[in-house]
């Protein structure tokens, strides 16, 4: 079960967002918040790619997509939240 903004997202179909409701969840969370950070293990690995559609439904509305693993990274968000943000949207290219 995924949580975003207070509602529960069945994994496979948060996977596929099939009915649309895990980026109409995450666009209105966008239009409250500030800024919205999405911290992602994977982004650890060279050359991830988000293939899934769910992922690719939350990018349209995250202003940055940072990589979260390990104590050196945490550092690494210190240091990256300060930055202007760059908009992940190039990654659905």
Do not use: C, K, Y
Not at 66 to 93: I, K, T
């Amino acid at each position: 079960m995924t949580w975003l903004w207070g509602r529960a997202h069945d994994e496979r179909s948060a996977a596929r967002d099939e009915s649309g409701a895990l980026s109409r969840s995450a666009a209105q969370l966008h239009r409250m918040a500030h800024e919205l950070v999405w911290l992602n293990p994977l982004l650890r690995f060279e050359g991830f790619q988000p293939r899934a559609e769910g992922i690719r439904a939350l990018l349209a509305h995250v202003d940055r997509f940072l990589p979260v693993h390990n104590l050196a990274s945490l550092a690494d968000l210190a240091q990256a939240l300060q930055r202007p943000a760059l908009n992940p949207s190039h990654l659905l290219h």
